[in-house]
C-alpha cells in the first residue's frame, strides 16, 4: 500500500490485508479474526470476521484475511495517517500492526501536480507516488508559511482590527462580496458599507492597479472615500475585529515563480530519501552532497507578506 495515493472519499477504499502464521510458519486460521481500524481524527472501528458488527473481514484462503476500507474519517476534513491492527486469538495466536495515508480530496493548496512532478525528474512508474505526493503537499504548505499567505482560492468571511481610521491592511483578495462593521463592538456587523462608495480596494503601496507589476496581483488594503464613513476606534473590554470582509481570498491565479519554487523544493526533498545526512555517493573527487538552490528564495521573494511570512 506503500505506493498507493489514497484520497479522502467514501468512494476511495483501502484494501489491507494479513496472512496469520502459525508456531511452525505456515499460514493457518486464527479461532477469532478481528482488525481495529483507527483514523486520523481518533475514532477507532473493530471489524470481525463472522463476529460482531461489523463482520465485513473476509477469508480469502487458510490463513489469509482481507479487509475494505472507505477513506472517510468520521470528522470530515481531518486526514493524515490511517492505522490498522490484525488481531488474531485461539488456534493462531498473532498481531500484525500497519498504516497508510489519506490525503486531502482537493489538491487546495497544491501548486504542482504528481504528474508534471514526475514528468520533470523523468519518472515513469507509480512506484514512489505516495511519497511524491507527500513531498509535494509538504512543500505547499511551507511555501504558504514562508510567504505569509496561501495562493489557491478560499471563500470565506474574515475579520480585521482597524488600526488606523481611514486604512485598513487585509489578506489577499481577488474579489469582495460584502463589507461591514462592527461600530460599538458587540460581535454584530451592523453597518455595511458599499464598494466604490464607502470605500475602495488596493494593492500595497497605495497602487490601484492590479497588473502594475506584469502579473495579475490581489487587493491588500481597504481605504475609506467620499462618503465620510470612517472604521471605528478600538478600544478595551469590547470586540476588537471591527470590520468583516466577504470574498474570495488568495490569488487568481498561482504565479509561475511560486510553481518553480515548488517544484524545485519538491525535487529536494523527493530526493532527500535517497540522500541521508545530505549525501548523494561518493565520486571520484570524494562526498557528493546536496546543497540548497539559491533560486528558491528570489523565485518566492516577490509574494512574500512581510506581515505575516516567517523566515527572512
Known amino acids: 500500500m506503500t505506493a498507493t495515493v489514497f484520497y479522502d472519499n467514501s468512494n476511495e477504499i483501502a ?23 483507527s483514523d486520523p481524527s481518533g475514532t477507532s472501528v473493530t471489524h470481525t470476521f463472522g463476529g460482531a ?10 490463513g489469509k484475511y482481507t479487509l475494505s476500507v ?3 474519517p468520521a470528522i470530515p476534513g481531518i ?7 490484525w488481531i488474531g486469538t485461539g488456534a493462531v495466536s498473532d498481531v ?18 504528481l504528474d508534471e512532478f514526475k514528468d520533470r525528474l523523468g519518472i515513469t512508474d507509480n512506484a514512489d507516488d505516495s511519497q511524491a505526493q507527500i513531498a509535494i503537499q509538504t512543500v505547499c504548505e511551507w511555501v504558504n508559511q514562508y510567504t505569509g499567505t496561501h495562493f489557491n482560492r478560499i471563500t470565506e468571511a474574515r475579520t480585521y482590527v482597524p488600526h488606523t481610521l481611514t486604512k485598513l491592511d487585509i489578506d489577499p483578495l481577488v474579489s469582495v462580496t460584502s463589507l461591514a462593521v462592527d461600530r460599538d463592538g458587540d460581535g454584530t456587523f451592523e453597518e455595511a458599507w458599499v464598494l466604490g462608495t464607502d470605500y475602495q480596494l488596493r494593492i500595497s503601496g497605495g497602487s490601484y492597479n492590479l497588473n502594475a507589476t506584469g ?10 472615500v467620499q462618503s465620510g464613513k470612517l472604521f471605528p476606534f478600538v478600544y478595551p473590554y469590547a470586540h476588537l475585529d471591527r470590520v468583516q470582509v466577504t470574498g474570495v481570498w488568495g490569488w487568481s491565479q498561482v504565479p509561475a515563480g511560486v510553481s ?3 517544484f524545485i523544493l519538491a525535487a529536494d526533498l523527493f530526493k532527500m530519501k535517497d540522500a541521508p545526512f545530505g549525501v548523494a555517493g561518493v565520486s571520484d573527487y570524494g562526498v557528493t552532497r546536496i546543497q540548497t538552490n539559491p533560486w528558491l528564495v528570489e523565485l518566492l521573494r516577490p509574494f512574500k507578506n512581510v506581515k505575516r511570512s516567517v523566515g527572512t
Open 96 to 113: 500484525q500492526p500497519g498504516t497508510w495515508r489519506v490525503l486531502p480530496p482537493s489538491v487546495g493548496t497544491w501548486y504542482i501536480g
Open 260 to 262: 518553480q519554487a515548488s
Open 53 to 62: 458488527s461489523p463482520a465485513d473481514i473476509v477469508k480469502v484462503t487458510t
Open 70 to 72: 472507505a477513506c472517510a
Open 15 to 37: 484494501l489491507i490485508s494479513n496472512t496469520f502464521l502459525n508456531s511452525s510458519g505456515t499460514a493457518a486460521d486464527p479461532t477469532a479474526v478481528s482488525c481495529i481500524v
Open 79 to 85: 486526514d493524515g495517517l490511517w492505522q490498522f491492527e
Open 215 to 224: 502579473i495579475l496581483r490581489p487587493y491588500r488594503q481597504v481605504v475609506t
